[in-house]
């Protein structure tokens, strides 16, 4: 999957000039935690929410509301925001853009066309768009989770014989996924998200039966 094809295209940018009250109230009236900051057309650094908070005094200032208030008015985001942006191209592969933000540990990323901003990515997008459609979050069926089935070190076919089992039961697969790491484990466990079957109980009956440690996975 493509950049382009999870990224947020209505992004909402602000000049360095704009002040911390401001960016604060485009956050809230728009409904996002992160403003690309552009100046002339050239990406120039990022304000989070978070970053507004750690520069916006606390309620312990001695500041009276006057004072404060002139100082969020008149603080431009220039001095504080994050220079060190971030950047991916929407012909990015998301799952490079994943592993990247999560060395980078930032959550997420500015999208930068011809120079341009033309979207903006998030660590929700990831989720919604990503790993929830491998996980088939949110979508109806069962999930058999299978432990120690599969022994990466023992080659392939382990996990023919296991889908042929469903397939016995009339079962639909709507996504397999392997937990565990196949560079360390000596076996790793496998979860089927199945719909549309005979029997859910006599097929996990049928794993059993077949000398797996087989069990109906709570949604």
């Known amino acids: 999957m493509k950049i382009r094809d999870i990224m947020n295209c ?3 940018t602000i000049p ?3 002040s911390i009250a401001e960016a604060r109230r485009l956050m809230e009236a728009h409904r996002v935690k ?4 552009v100046d002339k057309g050239k990406l120039v650094g990022i304000v989070t929410s978070r970053g507004l ?3 916006s005094p606390g309620q312990a200032t001695s500041l009276s509301i006057w004072e404060l208030s002139y100082l969020l008015q008149t603080t431009p985001v220039k001095d504080f925001m994050a220079k060190d942006v ?3 191209h929407p012909d990015d592969d998301s799952e490079w853009a994943v592993a990247e933000a999560q060395k980078r540990q930032v959550g997420s990323a500015v999208v930068l066309e011809d ?9 929700d997008d990831f989720f919604d768009k990503v790993i929830g459609p491998l996980l088939g979050v949110g979508l109806p069926g069962d999930r058999i989770e299978i432990a120690g089935a599969v022994f990466p070190r023992k ?4 996990l023919e014989k296991l889908i042929a ?5 009339g079962y639909k697969i709507m996504t397999i996924h392997i937990e565990g790491d196949p560079l360390k484990q000596e076996s790793l466990d496998v979860c089927f998200h199945v719909y549309d079957g005979q029997d859910i109980d006599a097929l996990i009956t049928e794993f059993q039966n077949q000398g797996y440690q087989a069990r109906l996975r709570k949604r």
Not at 34 to 37: A, D, E, G, N
Not at 155 to 158: K, R, S
Not at 165 to 169: E, G, L, N, P
């Open 10 to 12: 209505n992004v909402v």
């Open 165 to 169: 089992v469903v397939r016995k039961f």
């Open 115 to 123: 120079k341009h901003v033309v979207g903006i990515v998030t660590s």
């Open 86 to 88: 971030f950047t991916v």
């Open 53 to 55: 908070d750690r520069v």
């Open 155 to 158: 080659g392939p076919g382990q």
């Open 34 to 37: 992160r403003l690309p900051v």
């Open 16 to 18: 360095s000039s704009t």
